[in-house]
């Protein structure tokens, strides 16, 4: 017997980009701002989760990886 499966729509929700509404790039002194687009983990969201366009999330992933090598947000975070 085969079974037909049915492919479910997902429907995007496209949110304002939270650099382009401030108007400002992510940094990687600002420990606030980045720190939010970082799971409880220490894993960085992707652009569908966190809602950033293209171009802020490519900087924004760079400004992390940069406070993650100089020691200001950790590598992994480990569950207690």
């Known amino acids: 017997m ?4 049915r492919r479910v729509k997902r429907i ?3 949110r304002e980009c939270f ?6 790039w992510p940094d990687y002194k600002d420990i606030d701002s980045i ?4 799971t409880e983990r220490g894993k ?3 652009r569908l989760v966190s809602g950033i366009c293209q ?10 990886k940069r406070a993650r090598f100089l020691g200001l947000l950790p590598f992994i975070v480990r569950p207690s």
Do not use: A, D, P, W
């Open 44 to 46: 960085i969201e992707n």
């Open 19 to 24: 650099y382009c509404k401030i108007g400002v």
């Open 2 to 5: 085969i079974r037909k499966t």
């Open 35 to 38: 720190g939010k687009f970082v």
């Open 12 to 14: 995007r929700r496209f």
């Open 55 to 64: 171009k802020h999330q490519k900087f924004l992933m760079i400004s992390i």
